[in-house]
């Protein structure tokens, strides 16, 4: 999906998968945050040779989005969504839908993005966990897509169909060149996702950011064009976490003398969300109302976009591999030699609280704790200049009382959550401990 371009590349080596942080149990983590959005750098993509389409991608990879509590709307053949009627708490291989996937691809010309209902399906095409990918299980995913309709509504540009065997439908090529791209992540793809939980309120405001990104093109008039630098797969998911408060949009459609300096990029921005959801860099209020979209955040959804339960996760491609090679690339964009993605990106794996949801509560906890202790006054903050019109110091009033009512609620949120996990987590011990020791 990328070209690439050799001034920003670091880390050209074949990527590892195998770290910390490899799923864990998706119950669990959603009896907690029912409502979650996740942001993943998918590796390049490399088919082998002499079955099927001839798919390799280069070297930037790809992304997509997970939205666990919104749906595909059932009541159109045009990808559009909305908010799950319930949230159904199951295991990751459960056939229960309780989300969607979302992908961008340059394949489509009346559509920005497509649709995938249900998690275990988007990422692993159905298949378990933990087991390899076979000719046969490559076809029925294929299959099972078809059945879904994930294309259904959908056209693709015509030059995608020029290698189409004869023998063909469109319809069954457009399923053929795009698995493991746009579903059955995991097929042919190593990920890395940030996961952010969110309210219902934000769901609700990225459901409509999304759809709203999709309709220009719907009816065909207007054909949708991708662009690595001015409109990409990362830039409609930075933006609908930017619907959301997470942080600011970025502009697509630049000028691209502009935007070839300044584009996101996969691994790039699991960093970049990583470290915003999780690294405040001053909580201090006076500081903190500086954050446009922070304090947008706090306003319109009673949220932070450093939020407990933001973690992540890496996934290796299914092992053993009939049709995918899995020795795959996976670069940043970045300066050469001063670089400092890289040691942020092993910060996250090396550090517990990114990747396990006890230690990110307990992390959590601490820092409120800290943020409580560490309360000014706020006639000692309204002292600096900038609030000395009457206007400006109403305005930071709000914030402020606004600002620690937060975290005093967070504060009671986390250290409830906290111990419910923790209970569960005993709960789970025990009950393993009396199978061990029960006769067979």
């Keep these: 999906m990328w070209l690439p371009v050799a001034i920003w590349l670091t880390a050209c080596s074949a990527e590892h998968f195998d770290r910390p942080g490899a799923g864990g149990d998706e119950a669990l983590y959603t009896s907690v945050y029912p409502y979650y959005a ?17 798919i390799r991608g280069e070297i930037g990879g790809h992304s997509v989005l997970y939205l666990n509590g ?31 996937g979302l992908s961008m691809n340059d394949h489509f010309s009346n559509a920005k993005w497509v649709a995938t209902p249900g998690r275990a399906f988007f990422y692993d095409g159905g298949l378990r966990r933990n087991t390899g990918l076979t000719h046969a299980d490559y076809a029925l995913t294929q299959a099972r897509a078809k059945q879904l309709g994930i294309y259904r509504g959908v056209s693709f540009h015509p030059r ?48 409509a950011f999304l759809n709203a990104q999709n309709e220009p093109y719907r009816d065909g008039s207007k054909v949708f064009e991708w662009s690595v630098f001015q409109d990409n797969c990362i830039h409609l998911a930075h933006n609908a976490l930017a619907a959301a408060g997470v942080w600011p949009e970025w502009p697509i459609d630049q000028p691209l003398v502009f935007a070839i300096f300044d584009f996101p990029v996969p691994k790039n921005e699991f960093v970049d969300l990583m470290r915003r959801t999780n690294d405040p860099p001053d909580l201090d209020p006076s500081a903190l109302y500086n954050d446009e979209s922070a304090v947008r955040s706090l306003t319109q959804f009673g949220q ?29 964009y970045d300066a050469p030699i001063i670089g400092r993605y890289q040691g942020r990106f092993d910060t996250i794996f090396n550090s ?8 990110n509560l307990e992390y959590f906890a601490e820092l409120y704790r800290q943020v409580d202790a560490d309360r000014k006054p706020i006639e000692t903050l309204l002292g600096d200049i900038e609030f000395q019109a009457p206007a400006a110091r109403q305005r930071f009033t709000d914030f402020y009382h606004r600002y620690y009512a937060y975290v005093d609620a967070q504060s009671t949120v986390v250290e409830t959550k906290l111990a419910e996990l923790k209970a569960v987590q005993r709960a789970d011990r025990h009950l393993s401990t009396l199978a061990q020791a029960s006769p067979r």
């Design 38 to 54: 996740e942001f993943c750098a998918l590796s390049q993509i490399m088919k082998k040779p002499g079955f099927g389409a001839d």
């Design 70 to 100: 919104a749906c595909r709307d059932p009541g159109t053949d045009y990808p559009t969504l909305r908010l799950c009627d319930s949230i159904a708490s199951a295991p990751a291989d459960d056939t229960r839908v309780d989300g969607v």
């Design 160 to 207: 995608f169909f020029d290698d189409k065997p004869a023998d063909v439908s469109q319809e069954d090529y457009k399923y053929e060149v795009s698995i493991a791209t746009d579903y059955a992540i995991n097929f042919g793809r190593g990920r890395f996702c940030a996961r952010v939980p969110v309210t219902r309120a934000q769901m609700a405001r990225m459901v």
């Design 304 to 332: 932070l976009p450093w939020i407990p339960g933001a973690l992540a996760e890496s996934r290796p491609p299914r092992l053993p591999n009939d049709v995918y090679d899995t020795d795959l690339k996976m670069v940043f």
């Design 352 to 359: 517990p609280r990114y990747f396990d949801l006890a230690r």
